[in-house]
């Protein structure tokens, strides 16, 4: 069935440092991308999101990038600062586009 | 404000009694959707609506029902509940039919069914 894999599942920088998070998706009909932060207590909420027609797309320290060919589209956070701790989700379209398919989520840990 | 919102933000019940969470956007989305959230699972789609009267199956819809007669509402009904449903509840909304677009979160509804 259709599937997101997402690594790692805990991943600690240092603040200043970058943080990069990785997904694999199984369709290749999939054709939108999205990024969610959650933060403790609250639901997840969009940071970024990405469309098959597109290989990158950045928004401020914000990056993502997709190869549709290898099937793999990451997230990349520069100069990361203490409020981006949190756990992060991929996710893809699935083929009917009525679902999106989940990655089960990277928590990252910024230390001072 | 832009916002859904779901009711209880918590609940402890017990085996066997209904419940109901509610959930409302205030955006005029036609897209809704439950998940549960568990630890090391990520989130799994319950239930879905494309729209008003229309609803579908997600990954992991048995003991759930859903109703969806106004666009705005989307409640989630657990008939008789039993402890495997213990998990925290999502639900979120967007625009289109279709999960191609940004979704919008409600804060959650952590659920204990003893």
């Known amino acids: 069935g259709e599937n997101v894999e997402q690594h790692p599942s805990t991943l600690s920088v240092q603040e200043g440092d970058s943080a990069v998070i990785k997904c694999t998706y199984s369709?290749?009909?999939?054709?939108?991308f999205p990024w969610y932060k959650q933060e403790l207590g609250k639901g997840p909420q969009l940071i970024i999101d990405?469309?098959?027609n597109v290989g990158e797309k950045k928004d401020q320290r914000i990056a993502v990038t997709l190869n549709k060919t290898a099937k793999h589209f990451s997230l990349h956070i520069t100069e990361t600062q203490p409020e981006d701790s949190a756990v992060y989700f991929c996710?893809?379209?699935?083929?009917?586009?009525?679902?999106?398919?989940w990655g089960a989520g990277t928590k990252l840990i910024i230390k001072p | 404000e832009a916002q859904v919102t779901q009711n209880p933000r918590y609940l402890i019940t017990v085996t066997g009694k209904k419940l109901t969470v509610t959930c409302s956007q205030n955006?005029?989305?036609?897209?809704m959707s439950w998940y549960r959230q568990d630890p090391g699972l990520g989130l799994r789609q319950i239930y879905y609506s494309m729209n008003v009267e229309v609803t579908d199956k997600g990954d992991v819809p048995e003991g759930y029902k859903v109703s969806r007669k106004e666009k705005r509402n989307f409640p989630l009904i657990l008939e008789s509940p039993s402890p495997n449903q213990t998990s925290l509840y999502f639900c979120?909304?967007?625009?289109?039919?279709?999960?191609?677009?940004?979704?919008?979160f409600g804060d959650g509804t952590r659920l204990s069914i003893l």
């Open positions: 990405i469309r098959s």
């Open positions: 369709d290749s009909a999939s054709n939108y």
């Open positions: 979120a909304s967007s625009s289109g039919q279709g999960s191609n677009q940004p979704q919008h």
């Open positions: 996710a893809a379209s699935s083929r009917s586009n009525y679902q999106l398919i």
């Open positions: 955006m005029n989305h036609e897209y």
